[in-house]
Protein backbone atom coordinates (compact mmCIF):
# COMPACT_ATOMS: atom_id res chain seq x y z
CA UNK A 1 0.00 0.00 0.00
CA UNK A 2 3.03 2.13 0.94
CA UNK A 3 4.45 1.99 -2.65
CA UNK A 4 1.04 2.91 -4.32
CA UNK A 5 0.17 5.76 -2.07
CA UNK A 6 4.06 6.91 -2.96
CA UNK A 7 3.77 6.55 -6.52
CA UNK A 8 0.17 8.45 -6.92
CA UNK A 9 1.32 11.52 -4.48
CA UNK A 10 4.75 11.69 -5.86
CA UNK A 11 5.64 12.28 -9.85
CA UNK A 12 8.85 11.76 -11.15
CA UNK A 13 10.75 14.45 -11.24
CA UNK A 14 12.30 13.82 -14.59
CA UNK A 15 10.43 14.09 -17.50
CA UNK A 16 10.00 10.71 -19.77
CA UNK A 17 11.96 9.67 -22.47
CA UNK A 18 10.63 10.11 -25.77
CA UNK A 19 12.00 7.98 -28.84
CA UNK A 20 13.39 9.86 -31.87
CA UNK A 21 15.28 8.67 -35.07
CA UNK A 22 18.14 10.47 -35.77
CA UNK A 23 20.12 9.76 -39.05
CA UNK A 24 23.44 11.23 -40.28
CA UNK A 25 23.66 13.94 -43.36
CA UNK A 26 23.91 11.25 -46.15
CA UNK A 27 21.28 8.94 -44.88
CA UNK A 28 24.14 6.25 -44.50
CA UNK A 29 23.76 5.77 -40.56
CA UNK A 30 20.52 6.04 -38.76
CA UNK A 31 20.40 5.50 -34.66
CA UNK A 32 17.35 5.29 -32.38
CA UNK A 33 17.59 7.58 -29.44
CA UNK A 34 15.24 8.32 -26.12
CA UNK A 35 15.60 12.08 -25.17
CA UNK A 36 13.05 14.15 -23.12
CA UNK A 37 14.35 17.45 -24.68
CA UNK A 38 16.03 19.30 -27.23
CA UNK A 39 19.23 19.43 -25.52
CA UNK A 40 18.96 16.00 -24.47
CA UNK A 41 18.60 14.83 -28.14
CA UNK A 42 21.30 16.81 -29.21
CA UNK A 43 23.99 15.80 -26.43
CA UNK A 44 22.92 11.92 -26.83
CA UNK A 45 23.49 12.22 -30.84
CA UNK A 46 26.77 14.37 -30.29
CA UNK A 47 27.80 10.67 -28.30
CA UNK A 48 26.33 8.53 -30.37
CA UNK A 49 27.27 9.81 -33.63
CA UNK A 50 31.26 10.66 -32.01
CA UNK A 51 30.86 14.43 -33.36
CA UNK A 52 33.45 15.95 -31.19
CA UNK A 53 33.19 19.65 -33.04
CA UNK A 54 30.06 20.11 -30.61
CA UNK A 55 28.34 22.46 -33.29
CA UNK A 56 25.45 20.58 -35.34
CA UNK A 57 21.62 21.52 -35.91
CA UNK A 58 18.75 18.94 -35.91
CA UNK A 59 16.64 18.83 -38.88
CA UNK A 60 12.85 17.11 -39.85
CA UNK A 61 14.25 14.30 -42.07
CA UNK A 62 11.84 14.65 -44.36
CA UNK A 63 11.63 18.35 -44.96
CA UNK A 64 15.06 20.05 -43.80
CA UNK A 65 12.98 22.23 -41.37
CA UNK A 66 15.33 23.28 -38.09
CA UNK A 67 14.36 22.28 -35.23
CA UNK A 68 15.95 24.86 -33.01
CA UNK A 69 13.11 25.76 -30.30
CA UNK A 70 12.04 23.32 -27.21
CA UNK A 71 8.47 24.99 -27.89
CA UNK A 72 8.70 23.32 -31.25
CA UNK A 73 10.63 19.80 -30.23
CA UNK A 74 7.36 19.27 -27.29
CA UNK A 75 5.29 19.75 -30.20
CA UNK A 76 6.50 16.68 -32.15
CA UNK A 77 5.72 13.15 -32.10
CA UNK A 78 7.22 10.21 -31.04
CA UNK A 79 9.53 8.41 -33.19
CA UNK A 80 9.98 11.67 -35.50
CA UNK A 81 12.85 11.25 -37.83
CA UNK A 82 15.72 13.89 -37.21
CA UNK A 83 18.68 14.74 -39.28
CA UNK A 84 21.90 15.55 -38.34
CA UNK A 85 24.14 18.17 -39.47
CA UNK A 86 28.07 19.06 -38.56
CA UNK A 87 28.95 22.65 -39.87
CA UNK A 88 29.31 23.08 -43.49
CA UNK A 89 26.49 20.52 -43.95
CA UNK A 90 23.26 20.94 -45.97
CA UNK A 91 19.72 19.13 -46.08
CA UNK A 92 18.98 17.57 -49.58
CA UNK A 93 16.03 15.44 -50.09
Do not use: C, Y
Amino acid sequence: VGAITKQALFAPLMPQGRPFRVSNASRSRRKGIVASSLQELSRKTLDSFVISSGKITMVLEEDGTVVDTEEFFKSLDDNTHFMVLEKGQTWTP
